[in-house]
């Protein structure tokens, strides 16, 4: 299967500027952060279609999936 994915702020550095990658089907988002070698407690906002999603949850074929670090401000 064929996922879309936007990295944002640190997290880009993980994805060389690709925005589709292959899966095996039944990958989870877990399956997909290692596979880009990024650190689980990196990621602290996950979307998966623009809706907030967490890493046990299934992929499916065309979803898009958003990685964003945890980020400081007020």
Known sequence: MEIE???FASLRKYADDRSRFELEDGAKVS??????EIPPSEVAIILVNGRHADQDQRLHDG???SLFPAIAGG
């Open 5 to 7: 994915v936007r990295l």
């Open 31 to 36: 399956d997909f952060i290692e596979r880009l």
């Open 63 to 65: 979803e898009a999936v």
